[in-house]
């Protein structure tokens, strides 16, 4: 039985080896986590200049504010509609680049540079292509479908872009690791399932998904984190959460309760409900796919 060696020679040694990570964690999660808690139970003015303790006040706020009601449910809404959207989208792509035996190289680095762009630049060059009266693919989808896009105005149509662009936007991310998991799979699997006569489709979702649920559970919280936290730009630069609400996201509410109505005590209290509202659905999301995910 070959000996175990340890990295280290004494626990002051892995002490040492483990501070620059805890200084970085300290420095960078859990003091800002605490000062931003901290934060919340304070009223402020002048930027945080002028600073009153008031309790629970900011959360009793947020309960009872009919605004931010509308942002929690829009957020929620946004955050569904981009996971299942990336996820469908791009499991189909994935699938496609596997079955492709020539050019596959071509076609992977074809479908994942959405994911190289910087989202502040996506934006920017969504909104252009798609702005109502100037937008090549604008002018291309009134003309198939007969119907007048006005999503500068229009609430839902507001909504449908800034998701399709996030959905758009994430998935080089998604295809990377589905491409990945699809090329782990035994290769005696796929042929015995074609002598079974087994069709694409069919084998997609009987026999490649449940092999690849590990991977799927895992982007399913990584979409999760990016709907909430990263499609701020999205947002701010496309339709500055309008039309008449429409767009408002619960990130987006907090960085104008902050830096525009200079309101740091309210935007730290929804930094920390924020926070509590994603770390429920991963806690969910993972517990609930214990019962469908195949380790093999």
């Known amino acids: 039985m070959p000996e175990f060696t340890k990295p280290y020679e004494s626990r002051w040694q892995a002490f040492l080896l483990l501070l620059p990570t805890f200084a970085v964690l300290i420095a960078f999660l859990y003091y800002p ?33 009919s605004t931010y009601h509308w942002s929690f449910a829009i957020s929620i809404a946004f955050a569904a509609v981009v996971v299942v959207g990336t996820l469908v989208a791009s499991l189909f792509v994935a699938y496609l680049l596997f079955q492709v035996d020539v050019g596959s190289s071509t076609y992977l680095i074809a479908a994942i540079w959405p994911y190289a762009l910087p989202t502040a630049v996506a934006a920017s060059v969504l909104l252009f292509l798609l702005h109502p009266s100037l937008g090549i693919i604008t002018f291309v989808l009134e003309s198939l479908t007969g119907t007048s896009l006005e999503w500068f105005t229009n609430g839902p149509q ?94 987006f509410k907090l960085y104008r309760d902050a830096f525009e109505f200079s309101n740091l005590g309210l935007a730290s ?16 999301q993972l517990r609930l796919s214990e019962s469908y995910t195949t380790y093999a």
Do not use: C
């Not at 930027?47 to 309960?63: D, I, P, Q």
């Not at 006569?197 to 990016?226: C, E």
């Not at 929804?270 to 969910?284: D, G, K, T």
């Open 158 to 251: 507001a909504f449908a872009v800034v998701a399709v662009v996030a959905i758009w936007k994430q998935l080089g991310y998604n295809i990377i690791f589905m491409v990945a998991a699809l090329n782990n799979i035994p290769e005696t699997l796929t042929e015995s399932a074609k002598l079974d006569g087994v069709g694409h489709l069919k084998m997609l979702y009987r026999v490649y998904v449940p092999l690849m649920s590990p991977t799927l559970v895992f982007l399913v919280v990584m979409n999760t984190i990016y709907s909430f936290f990263q499609t701020f730009p999205l947002v701010d630069l496309m339709t500055s959460g309008g039309p008449n609400e429409a767009t408002n996201l619960l990130i």
């Open 33 to 65: 986590g605490v000062e931003t808690f901290r934060l919340s139970l304070q009223q402020t003015i002048l930027l945080g200049t002028r600073k009153t303790f008031v309790g629970l006040e900011n959360y009793v706020t947020l309960a009872t504010s």
């Open 269 to 284: 209290a929804e930094s920390v409900v924020l926070f509590a509202i994603v770390a429920i659905l991963m806690y969910v």
